[in-house]
T-cell receptor
Framework: DGGITQSPKYLFRKEGQNVTLSCEQNLNHDAMYWYRQDPGQGLRLIYYSQIVNDFQKGDIAEGYSVSREKKESFPLTVTSAQKNPTAFYLC?????????????FGPGTRLTVT | GEDVEQSLFLSVREGDSSVINCTYTDSSSTYLYWYKQEPGAGLQLLTYIFSNMDMKQDQRLTVLLNKKDKHLSLRIADTQTGDSAIYFCAESYTGGFKTIFGAGTRLFVKA
């Protein structure tokens, strides 16, 4: 079964701790993305990667970091510098890096920081 | 700048048609999309339309594009309770890496 997996589905952390969200895809897609979703708002792009070992900041990258060591994996670390980390995080992938109509989403991870 | 706007809520009766509207600002948009999100889940691409098209139909879904007014709509015929979800309008352009999403329209279907 091809697709994107995100784990865990729910994550709880204390303020001041870094936390890493997992995103894996077996679709052989080049591009991968991380979005943040808050109630009543559209998705906001955190980071994206067009190719292994390369990634770019999105609109709200502050307080987040990523790596792309393998084509299949694009983990997101929410650092203690992120002022308001509680949100729903969505990972996506796309077969091409630009102009592709197809963006496939994972099921999301809901992060709660107290 | 780039912006996609849509109303936040829509309520319809089961069996009626639903029409979800969206406006966008980027005239260079090449692709316009409708995504569906069910509670606690990721987004699912429903359909998309190229900017040189006026209309696209796919079973119960009809997408209309008015490029002059930068207005996109999604019509769902014979709406069912299973259509209750959040529907996101989005745009992107050839050569770009970003997809710009609206805030989403929450569709309530009353039995």
């Amino acid at each position: 079964d091809g697709g994107i997996t995100q784990s865990p589905k729910y994550l709880f952390r204390k303020e001041g701790q870094n936390v890493t969200l997992s995103c894996e895809q077996n679709l052989n897609h080049d591009a991968m993305y991380w979005y943040r979703q808050d109630p009543g708002q559209g998705l906001r792009l955190i980071y994206y990667s067009q190719i292994v070992n390369d990634f770019q900041k999105g609109d709200i990258a502050e307080g987040y970091s990523v790596s792309r060591e393998k084509k299949e994996s694009f983990p997101l670390t929410v650092t203690s510098a992120q002022k308001n980390p509680t949100a729903f995080y969505l990972c996506a992938s796309s077969p091409r890096t630009s102009g592709s109509p197809e963006q496939y989403f994972g099921p999301g991870t809901r992060l709660t920081v107290t | 700048g780039e912006d996609v706007e849509q109303s936040l809520f829509l309520s319809v009766r089961e069996g009626d048609s639903s029409v979800i509207n969206c406006t966008y600002t980027d005239s260079s948009s090449t692709y316009l999309y409708w995504y569906k999100q069910e509670p606690g889940a990721g987004l699912q691409l429903l359909t998309y339309i190229f900017s040189n098209m006026d209309m696209k139909q796919d079973q119960r879904l009809t997408v209309l594009l008015n490029k002059k007014d930068k207005h996109l709509s999604l019509r769902i015929a014979d709406t069912q309770t299973g259509d209750s979800a959040i529907y996101f309008c989005a745009e992107s352009y050839t050569g770009g890496f970003k997809t710009i999403f609206g805030a989403g329209t929450r569709l309530f279907v009353k039995a």
